[in-house]
């Protein structure tokens, strides 16, 4: 089983910053890839970033420019620096890792508000 524990969420004004991670742990058989999605209140859920273990990346087109992400391998952690937020970024924000065998696990989610 595997387990993914998020941080890093919390209240910012606009225009701040703010940095998640994600560390996973447990039987992992091999990351192929970790991400990022988000959800906000009465929207579905959607893709905001996701890297490989080679360092790939992909960002949704909401957020290029203002997120970064990026994985430590050792640490089996997966980081999403975001700036510049905007209270259209406030969300419930999601971990997910897939492994080398197609299988999916996702974190108990990190609330990111942005407002004035």
């Known amino acids: 089983q595997v387990q993914l524990v998020e941080s890093g969420g919390g209240l910012v004004q606009p225009g701040g910053s703010l940095r998640l991670s994600c560390a996973a742990s447990?039987?992992?058989?091999?990351?192929?890839?970790m991400g990022w999605y988000r959800q906000a209140p009465g929207k579905q859920r959607e893709s905001v970033a996701e890297?490989?273990?080679?360092?790939?990346?992909n960002y949704a087109d909401s957020v290029k420019g203002r997120f970064t992400i990026s994985i430590d391998n050792a640490k089996k952690t997966v980081y999403l620096q975001m700036n510049t937020l905007k209270p259209e970024d406030t969300a419930v924000y999601y971990c997910?890792?897939?492994?080398?065998?197609?299988?999916?696990?996702w974190g108990q989610g990190t609330q990111v508000t942005v407002s004035s």
């Open positions: 447990g039987r992992i058989f091999s990351i192929n890839t």
């Open positions: 997910i890792l897939v492994d080398d065998m197609g299988l999916s696990d």
């Open positions: 890297i490989t273990s080679r360092g790939s990346t």
